[in-house]
């Protein structure tokens, strides 16, 4: 730990003091709404919220959920996999405005992220005549949403790849090339074994965002119950019609999803930090020689 | 100022880092604590800093308890082996923190700290450097400005810890006398936490060997090298031919068992160079072959084997070239200074100690 | 250089370039082709209009409260999760990412359920004459949660980065420990707590789902402009929604440049051997 010896830290009643001011700041903006979350979906009883749950266009909301998150995932995955590889492996002109490119999204208002799409396919939009003679549906359908949520989630697997894949280094791939591997081959056994926790962080992180995300794909669903919503949406609906139990029932299946990423991501976290110390132990009598190359 | 030591102990969980330790630092000296890594002598250091609070035992300046007295109020200067140089300040910054973080009415004014830090920057030689950032020097020029820092708020003592821990050897080298040059300029009580034998003995007014928590011996340079105290001494400080008791009846009119020892249990202690190689026996001379002749520099280092005993011995050039040893030769050695002391527990056993 | 002998430079680089420009490009090219529909003097009459001058502000305001609470709060929080041990303390630091974890739908009806006139929070405040809830104060209050992981994440590396020695020294130099933190330890993460400072406000200015469900909404009042785009677009102006998306995208991007700057000097910062004035 970094922290100096106690003779020269703070006072006790300063900890004390810092610690307990940090605590309630949390729990009244962290803890008590997350525990709200849960109290108002159950405020009519368990049969209620079972029934909330088991109304077909809030199942039909949790289907397209998890269908958009299964498209948009493998998407996202193949992309930071070639991304991080060309950025981390080689050296070329404009590496740091890709990456900057990459962030991007992170810095659009989600709103925006719709309405792009809304520009491009929507019936006054640039491919909009175009779209309705050959009858194909992308705004106000599953196309567009899902095109809506691959834009915001575009950089979280690229954005955990690139920095771990740089610090790792290339000289494992180069000796599994130097044995004859092919490129595939030097993908699936060398590349992929040594990313899989940072990929796996990646894909948890774009997964919440993916299952959670509103306001782009609010501005491109046009809210057809039943077709178009997702559970975001669906909880907006209900909110709006001041069907607070139903609303917070499908809040509190959202919430859930929350608390399993937060879980999966400190396992993860830890995984990480286990490997990482693991490998500078294997490396400390050379004196990490195998640290990253500039 | 003088440090005085009393009864300090010093426990890190189970390991006992510092094991009731006395010392007296007579003020204005230069005293080196010397010994391995993990021998207590950093966490003593620590101790008389004020950052580190021993379990039980004092610390007096001047004679006045300073046990319990907070690192602020110790006026000590402590130089960190790696600088610990505030890196989003200037050098000049750096130097003047101390006098800039006194409390209002102690504060010197702003001229004053100009006058007293560019007086420092040109004490340490490093007056055209104020400007620079720490990250913009050398690891010799970083060493220096962090010992004008810890001089500036005038201390009383100078703490370093293993000051040139971090250099490379010349600048080590060029570091050390420039540190015995400045002491004798200001002439302030200092203590510096070295593992290099050679700087303690070069720089050092006084040696304190320490070992195991333990202080194994104090004394003047020439006194720890030449009479060591004990047999971790003679080994720690050079090398050092061992001889198990078998061998020593051999030499038997050159010295004494200690008082109350047996035969069977003493070992002697001969450095290399307290070796004289014969061609032709002499009374209490011992027969050896030579093994190996290797000239090192100005010296040349000859193997030989007593039995299976391996017998380390140096000369200087002009003795080797008179002698004209070559490889399986029999000759005979003569200790010219031998030291015996009673075996030591098997626990610190060295081996054979070259 | 030495020669790379690793295979998929094109095939890497030619797939991500196309991606990028698929889904990221391409749809941003689109809001600049469409806004040139406008004339210079139209593009103004639309930013500049009343209803959106006022909306920029209450975004642009509460964004910028939120994140200094954040930075005051993120300092704290990030210190007290590094330097001090208590019960539960892997608990409360997996809890900071909630934000980040929780959709914006769910915080928004929560924040506006706590904080309303009957709710848990807002029951107590409204008798001292405190409204949140439908207020520009809900506002700040959705953009604080929604913001809050940003400055505590981008500062426990950092904090931990430091070297007790430097503090030490501090101390045996005479400082006080406030001294040491101001003098010291604050300029060496300063540059991590603009950045963080930066992301949470980029991110605030954004959001729309938390905060159209605690806002009230109220055009002049507690409208943001995100939302005014989606009213403007529910209303088929869409040449009106884009102009302001554009204005949007101009400060986004800008915000997104200054972190990289800034990302980019603190790892440069004190290691560049050249003289820096």
């Not at chain 1, 796996?200 to 794909?217: D, K, P």
């Not at chain 2, 913009?136 to 500036?152: D, M, V």
């Not at chain 3, 040491?180 to 950045?195: N, S």
């Amino acid at each position: 730990m970094s922290s100096p010896r106690p003779s020269i830290a703070e006072p006790r009643w300063v900890r004390f003091t810092l610690t307990a001011v940090a605590l309630v700041f949390l729990g009244f903006f962290l803890a008590l709404p997350l525990v709200a979350v849960f109290v108002e979906a159950l405020a009519a009883g368990i049969p209620a919220y079972l029934d909330a749950l088991a109304d077909p266009e809030a199942r039909s909301a949790i289907w397209l959920t998890v269908l958009v998150a299964l498209i948009a995932l493998p998407l996202n995955v193949a992309f930071g996999v070639a991304a991080a590889w060309a950025i981390a492996r080689f050296e070329f002109r404009g590496k740091s405005a890709l990456i900057t490119l990459i962030d991007l999204p992170f810095a659009v208002s989600p709103v925006v992220a719709g309405l792009v799409f809304v520009l491009l396919f929507g019936s006054q939009g640039l491919f909009g005549a175009w779209l309705s003679a050959h009858d194909i549906r992308i705004i106000f359908a599953v196309p567009g949403i899902v095109l809506a949520t691959l834009f915001v989630t575009f950089p979280f697997v690229a954005r955990e790849l690139i920095p771990l894949m740089q610090a790792q280094g290339r000289e494992e791939e180069e000796a599994a090339v130097s044995l004859g591997a092919s490129g595939w081959q030097m993908l699936w056994r060398v590349t992929l074994p040594n990313i899989k926790w940072g990929l796996l962080y990646g894909v948890i992180l774009a997964n919440a965002r993916a299952m959670g995300e509103f306001g782009a794909v609010s501005v491109v669903s046009g809210h057809i119950r039943g077709e178009t919503n997702t559970l975001p949406l669906h909880v907006e609906i209900l909110y709006n019609e001041y069907n607070q139990v139903g609303a917070f029932a499908a809040a509190s299946v959202l919430a859930l999803l929350a608390l399993v990423t937060l879980i999966a991501k400190t396992i993860v976290e830890w995984r990480m930090r286990r490997e990482t110390a693991m490998l500078e132990a294997s490396l400390s009598p050379e004196g990490g020689a195998a640290s990253p190359a500039a | 100022m003088s440090i005085e030591i009393r009864g300090i102990g010093k426990r890190f969980g189970n390991f006992v880092a510092l094991d009731n330790i006395d010392l007296d630092i007579p003020s204005g000296e230069l005293v080196a604590l010397l010994g391995p890594s993990g021998c207590g002598k950093t966490t003593l250091l620590r101790i008389i800093a004020g950052m580190e609070s021993p379990d039980h035992g004092q610390v007096l300046f001047e004679g006045e308890e300073a046990t319990h007295l907070h690192v602020r109020e110790r006026k000590v200067g402590f130089v960190f082996q790696h600088y610990a140089l505030f890196r989003h300040m200037t050098v000049f910054e750096n130097v003047a923190f101390g006098l800039r973080v006194k409390p209002r009415h102690e504060r010197p004014s702003e001229a004053e700290i100009r006058r007293r830090v560019t007086d420092l920057l040109k004490l340490v030689q490093l007056d055209w450097l104020a400007e620079r950032y720490p990250s913009q020097l050398s690891g010799g020029q970083r060493q220096r400005i962090a010992l004008a820092r810890a001089l500036a708020v005038e201390p009383k003592v100078l703490l370093l810890d293993e000051p040139f821990g971090a250099l490379d050897t010349r600048v080590r080298k060029e570091l050390r006398r420039w540190l015995r040059r400045l002491h004798d300029e200001v002439h302030i009580s200092s203590v510096f936490v070295t593992h290099d034998q050679e700087e303690a003995l070069e720089v050092a007014d006084r040696v304190v060997v320490m070992n195991q928590g333990r202080i194994e011996q104090i004394g003047t340079p020439d006194e720890v090298y030449s009479r060591p105290a004990s047999p971790f001494v003679y080994r720690f400080l050079g090398d050092v031919n061992v001889f198990h008791s078998r061998l020593h009846g051999a030499w038997a009119e050159i010295n004494r068992l200690p008082e109350g020892a047996h035969a069977g249990e003493a070992l002697a202690f001969i450095r290399p160079h307290d070796i004289d190689i014969e061609r032709f026996e002499q009374a209490g001379s011992l027969a050896a072959r030579v093994q190996e002749v290797h000239a090192i520099g100005p010296s040349v280092r000859v193997e030989l084997a007593h039995g299976s005993e391996l017998i380390e011995v140096e000369l200087t050039r002009e003795r080797a070239n008179a002698l004209g040893l070559s490889r399986g030769d029999q000759v005979w050695l003569r200790p010219r200074q031998v030291r015996v002391f009673a075996a030591e527990p098997a626990g610190e056993e060295f081996g054979s100690g070259i | 250089m030495a020669r790379n002998v690793l295979p998929g430079f094109r095939l890497g680089l030619g797939y991500t370039l196309l991606y990028l420009s698929l889904i990221v490009l391409l749809p941003l090219a689109a809001l600049v082709f469409k806004s040139a529909e406008l004339s210079a003097a139209q593009f103004w009459d639309i930013a500049t209009g009343e209803r959106a001058l006022a909306s920029l502000r209450v975004t642009f305001g509460s964004a910028l409260i939120a994140a200094l609470i954040n930075a005051a709060f993120g300092l704290l929080t990030a210190w007290v999760l590094v330097r001090y041990t208590f019960p539960g303390k892997r608990f409360v630091d997996a809890l900071v990412d909630l934000p980040f974890a929780l959709p914006t739908a769910v915080a928004g009806i929560t924040l506006a359920t706590l904080y309303a006139g009957n709710g848990w929070i807002g029951r107590h405040l409204e008798p001292l004459g405190f409204k949140v809830a439908f207020t520009p104060v809900g506002i700040v209050v959705a953009l604080t949660f929604i913001s809050l992981p940003f400055v505590v994440r981008t500062l426990q590396p950092v904090i931990e980065d430091i070297e007790p020695e430097i503090e030490e020294a501090a101390a045996v130099l005479g400082a006080s420990r406030w001294q040491t933190f101001r003098l010291v330890l604050l300029p060496a993460i300063l540059p991590a707590l603009i950045t963080g400072f930066t992301l949470a406000f980029s991110r605030a200015i954004g959001e729309y789902g938390s905060v159209i469900f605690i806002a009230g909404n109220m055009p002049f009042i507690s409208e943001i402009t995100p939302l005014l785009i989606v009213a403007k677009l529910e209303q088929y102006d869409i040449v009106g929604a884009t102009a302001l998306a554009v204005v949007m995208l101009v400060i986004s991007f800008a915000l997104l440049l200054a972190v990289n700057a800034l990302q980019w000097r603190m790892a440069n910062r004190h290691s560049a051997a050249g003289a820096r004035r």
